[in-house]
């Protein structure tokens, strides 16, 4: 029996500018300095954050961290599991897009180059690697949490990471929830700065666990779930 | 005896624009974009790579790397370890300058955020709390590896973790080395893109590990090193 394991960063505070706030001057003034068109952007609280709050973006203070994705997936796509190729990450977007991640993918680190990556993955859909025109990202709109987990990942258990899961550790989850001997254990993360998992992305959950009494950071959990897995699938030896 | 752990990010590829590029015009254009003089912003390949290598700038392959400290610092800032105290983090850089990080220091996840922190630092060399008046970032020109190890940090052990090191595994490192019982342990992590310490940093090592048959990324090798001091010293229970 071959052991899967699935990554899904949920609720992910990714998007483009949304048409309310493109005529904002914070945002066309970016949008110009990355010569493109202020829809095509990525709506970044760094940058957007007085338009997002001026023009009462509903749940605004869980939209625009691009920054948080990006660290999210460096996290998970560095980490031996993915790299050979045991790992399956996906991201499930607060708009409901849903981008899988090519098995070959290598997130650069720039902030910069990813930015760019994600603005055309948005308005292209897929992104094929120059070399091999193997799909390293595909993007798919309207598709609810729960569809897409019925749907595409199919998974075995669907363990769910939060602060108001019961509390755990990394390595007890790992080892009570038999990854070892199972089809496919998924993994959710949440990719939002604060706050819980909404009812919509909750309810589909087999457990909810959590694995500090610190609001951690998701790649911070990210990181030692994966560990915890390769440990156990010895990975090491 | 009260344990104390320290983590070294060496070789740090973090630096200002050396003055032989700062009128090439891809950083005359960045510069311009950032409202800064080209001499203060930072050397990053991303956006210079050109230049570097126009202008035949010395190991430009070791150089021009923020990105890959503003990683290393997020994973080790977001510990438990550190959120309780129980961690000093400094960067050393390829140029002799050394970073001193603040305890309370909570680095930003917006790489636009991170950038005009370290600008600011470079230029002004101290970084304060504007709540409380703490020291949050410092920067020393002009001491080496060596001095800074032995003058500041003084440690019981300093242990590199570099691809070349005698193959290991985090949890053996930690459990081996006697953190428990030890005042005080360093752990050296190379913050650069490829290849290993120089001899000026390995040299001062007490020992040298490997953590992987693969080359981790550094903040892969800072996420599973702490993570295992956390363990060893009970932090989750």
């Given at each position: 029996m071959v052991t899967l394991i699935s990554l899904i960063i949920a609720e992910a505070a990714l998007e483009t500018v949304?048409?309310?706030?493109?005529?904002?001057?914070?945002?066309?003034?970016?949008?110009?300095?990355?010569?493109?068109?202020?829809?095509?952007?990525?709506?970044?609280?760094?940058?957007?954050?007085?338009?997002?709050?001026?023009?009462?973006?509903?749940?605004?203070?869980?939209?625009?961290?691009?920054?948080?994705?990006?660290?999210?997936?460096?996290?998970?796509?560095?980490?031996?599991?993915?790299?050979?190729?045991?790992?399956?990450?996906?991201?499930?977007?607060?708009?409901?897009?849903?981008?899988?991640?090519?098995?070959?993918?290598?997130?650069?680190?720039?902030?910069?180059?990813?930015?760019?990556?994600?603005?055309?993955?948005?308005?292209?859909?897929?992104?094929?690697?120059?070399?091999d025109d193997n799909m390293l990202l595909e993007l798919h709109d309207n598709i609810t949490f729960e569809q897409f987990i019925i749907n595409e990942v199919r998974p075995d258990k669907l363990i769910g990471l939060s602060s108001d899961g019961v509390k755990s550790s990394a390595e007890e989850i790992v080892s009570r929830n038999n990854i070892k001997n199972s089809n496919h254990i998924a993994f959710v993360v949440g990719g939002f700065p604060k706050g819980h998992f909404s009812e919509d992305t909750s309810r589909v959950f087999s457990y909810s666990f959590s694995i500090s009494e610190l609001e951690l950071e998701a790649h911070v959990v990210i990181a030692r779930i994966l560990y915890e897995c390769e440990k156990i699938l010895d990975l090491h030896n």
């Open positions: 949304p048409k309310q706030i493109a005529s904002h001057p914070a945002v066309k003034n970016q949008a110009q300095k990355l010569g493109r068109n202020p829809r095509e952007i990525l709506l970044d609280k760094s940058y957007h954050h007085s338009a997002m709050l001026r023009s009462g973006l509903e749940s605004y203070w869980k939209r625009g961290r691009p920054d948080i994705i990006h660290f999210a997936l460096m996290e998970a796509l560095s980490t031996p599991l993915f790299l050979k190729n045991m790992l399956k990450v996906y991201v499930h977007t607060v708009k409901n897009k849903l981008i899988i991640i090519g098995d070959n993918l290598r997130i650069p680190k720039s902030y910069f180059r990813f930015e760019g990556i994600m603005i055309n993955l948005f308005k292209e859909k897929i992104i094929n690697s120059p070399d």
